[in-house]
């Protein structure tokens, strides 16, 4: 059952992406519409699977790659979804649903290999867990301003080559853009600075030391430590528009290089 | 009944010809057009570009006639037609589905000089209005105008021939649209004057643009202007300090070499927290520097710029005019297929007259021959009219859908022998005069 939800739900993130590029692609409203209502479907089955992983293996499976990443996914649809109730941000969504489809069947992949997915660490009680949800949905806000950083880089690519191309008239306004970077970035880098501390109070009641060591935690704060110069460079040093973009999607970049680089790893 | 289109637009005569038949009040001239014998209803389209009337009438021949002499006479006043133009090259006419596939074009302006400009759907709005007070539309034109509104939509909605603008001014503001999320608030500055500068200002206006402020070298200029425009008027010496406050620049200035450079704006950028400026420069020659241009957060748009974006969209819109092409076709096809069933409904209407006046004169004969009660004549009537109805039931619905198409026109001409409607001495053809003879177009 929980494949099979995680099954439907990369299917639903599936269309959605489907209906987004559509939605870009061609001038009629519809598919936009449908690429919204899709990504919530999406999001609230990813929900329920989300929910029955939890019920159906104690400890929570919360600690491993696939299971957080299944819920950084979760939490970038539903700050995408949020975002798109203020303007047209159909071309963020045709960015978020791809990248919530691979998470989620990757998830799926290894819940189908393994029945179900053990704890790759010692789980521990509340420290564990909210370790996990607070750099989930930090991760998360920072993958979406990465994402939001490549359309700014794309649109802005063609307003300075003076040929602005149809779907770049689909596409958010610069404006709006760089607001995502600093409202993701604002948000996002203290539940990640959040999760450190809880990660290490973790560490703490697990082992006596704060210090636990491992693959995990050093990717964990170099990309705290990327995200602590993007957040300097935007609210200190005033970076905007493309700095900011670039540096955004930098930043994404190196998330991804230092979680899967972990993962590997271990 | 058939549709026939005579008129004259853009293509086939020049502006002098169009204005000798521009018509200020197409009331009038419909009036009296539809009150001869050659044309039952019309509309009359007149707009910069076209002078067009689309009638239905049942004697094509006559109509065409009267149509091009309402053209020669009532409209050019009997002179001849400018530059030697013969009335041949400049008058086009269209019949039946062709004419309902050019109202169709025109209405969602893929024939208009511009493809894809919106101004021509209200113009046929009007048209249509101004027909329907005159009470020259009926029951073929008020459809097809309706579906001509429909179809317009579609194409809109459904491709992208009116997606993106065409003159400089409109890509002036889809452009503010893809840095701006918004225009409200927004601060301009508009450096010099001139006509292409202030239709883009006043374009950007109207999608809400704040603040205006107006620099020009002469003082008692820059104040006339300012006052044109509800802005505040500077001096040049002022640019530094507005452009820092400046969202949107527009420039038309004279000089020979730029007015304002990389050095000003980075300047601007640092004081504004380099939230990003957009620059319109129509200056001939360019007022900008174009180093300007390789600034983040700067987005220098010139003449050749604004022009170049606007001839790749239309472009585009002529490309997206075959997918156009496409559902106007379809559109027609349905047209075609509701004005060929019309054609059924006299037939079926005297059909019911006969099987009704049957039906009451046996009634009527029976009831006496019966001695019959109130109740129980009722009661016949009821089962009498249900028996009928349910006869005629399947011969129309099958009439009705097959006279949708053109090759099923033989049907009503079966229907007709079958039941002897064009016999006077059937049975119930005293009724006939109820409901008259079916008109035959000529």
Redesign the interface.
């Known amino acids: 059952m929980l494949v099979e939800l995680h099954l439907l739900t990369a299917a639903v993130y599936l269309a959605a992406t489907v209906a987004a590029l559509l939605g870009l692609a061609l001038p009629a409203p519809p598919a936009g519409r449908v690429a919204s209502v899709l990504l919530l479907v999406g999001a609230v089955v990813h929900a329920v699977a989300f929910t029955s992983l939890h019920a159906a293996t104690p400890p929570p499976p919360l600690t491993n790659l696939p299971a957080a990443a299944s819920m950084m996914a979760w939490m970038a649809v539903v700050f995408c979804l949020l975002l798109m109730l203020r303007g047209r941000l159909l071309g963020l969504a045709a960015l978020v649903a791809p990248l919530a489809f691979v998470a989620v069947v990757f998830a799926g992949e290894r819940l189908a290999l393994q029945g179900a997915l053990p704890p790759s660490a010692p789980a521990a009680g509340a420290w564990a867990h909210l370790h996990v949800i607070l750099a989930s949905a930090g991760f998360a806000l920072l993958g979406v301003a990465g994402l939001a950083g490549l359309l700014f880089l794309a649109a802005e690519g063609r307003l300075k080559s003076k040929r602005p191309a149809a779907w770049g008239r689909r596409l958010p306004s610069l404006e709006v853009l760089d607001r995502i970077n600093v409202v993701a970035l604002a948000v996002g880098f203290p539940l990640l600075t959040l999760a450190v501390v809880a990660g290490l109070l973790w560490s703490r009641t697990l082992t006596g030391r704060l210090w636990p060591g491992g693959a995990h935690v050093i990717g964990l704060l170099a990309a705290w430590g990327v995200y602590a110069g993007l957040a300097g460079a935007r609210f200190g040093a005033g970076w905007r528009g493309r700095e900011a973009a670039a540096s955004a999607l930098v930043g994404f970049g190196f998330l991804l290089v230092a979680l899967l680089g972990a993962e590997f790893v271990a | 009944m058939r549709i026939l289109l005579v008129g004259l637009n853009h293509r086939t005569a020049s502006l002098p010809v169009r204005e000798r038949f521009a018509v200020a009040d197409p009331a009038a001239r419909l009036e009296k057009l539809v009150t001869g014998e050659e044309i039952e209803e019309a509309v009359l389209l007149s707009t910069c570009n076209r002078v067009e009337v689309v009638a239905t009438t049942r004697r094509l021949e006559a109509a065409r006639h009267r149509l091009r002499a309402f053209f020669a006479r009532d409209l050019a006043g009997g002179r001849p037609l400018p530059d030697g133009l013969s009335w041949e090259a400049a008058l086009y006419e269209y019949v039946d589905s062709h004419a309902i596939r050019h109202v169709f074009r025109v209405a969602s302006s893929i024939d208009s000089m511009v493809v894809g400009e919106p101004q021509i759907l209200g113009q046929l709005k009007d048209a249509y209005r101004a027909a329907v007070d005159a009470e020259a539309c009926g029951v073929i034109l008020n459809r097809l105008f309706h579906r001509a509104f429909a179809t317009a939509k579609r194409v809109r909605?459904?491709?992208?021939i009116a997606?993106?603008p065409v003159s400089v001014a409109r890509v002036a503001v889809?452009?503010s649209?893809?840095?701006?999320?918004t225009l409200r608030g927004k601060t301009a500055l508009l450096v010099g004057a001139g006509e292409m500068i202030e239709m883009a200002l006043e374009a950007l206006r109207g999608e809400g643009l704040g603040a205006v402020r107006v620099a020009n070298r002469t003082p008692a200029h820059a104040t006339e202007l300012a006052a044109r425009f509800d802005a505040t008027a500077h001096g040049l010496h002022e640019l530094s300090e507005l452009l820092a406050r400046s969202d949107v620049v527009l420039t038309s200035i004279g000089g020979d070499r730029p007015l304002l450079d990389a050095t000003l704006f980075e300047h601007a950028l640092h004081a504004r927290?380099?939230?990003?400026i957009f620059v319109i420069d129509i200056g001939l020659p360019r007022n900008v520097d174009p180093d300007v241009?390789r600034l983040?957060?700067v987005?220098l748009?010139d003449l050749d710029?604004l022009a170049?974006?606007a001839r790749?969209n239309a472009e585009?819109r002529r490309r997206e005019t075959v997918r156009a092409e496409a559902l106007v076709q379809a559109e027609v096809e349905r047209f075609d297929g509701w004005l060929s069933a019309l054609q059924a409904v006299p037939t079926i209407r005297h059909l019911r007259a006969r099987a009704e006046a049957i039906r009451r004169g046996e009634l009527t004969r029976g009831a006496s021959r019966l001695g019959l009660d109130d109740e129980q004549r009722q009661g016949l009537e009821a089962l009498t009219r249900a028996m009928v109805n349910k006869l005629l039931h399947a011969p129309i619905t099958r009439l009705r859908r097959e006279t949708e198409r053109e090759e099923g026109l033989a049907y009503l001409e079966a229907a007709r022998v079958l039941f002897a409607l064009d016999d006077p001495d059937a049975p119930g053809a005293q009724a006939d005069g109820e409901v008259g003879r079916p008109p035959r177009d000529e």
């Open positions: 909605s459904e491709t992208g997606e993106r889809d452009l649209r893809q840095i701006f999320e927290r380099r939230r990003p241009d983040d957060g987005y748009y710029d170049g974006v790749a585009d």
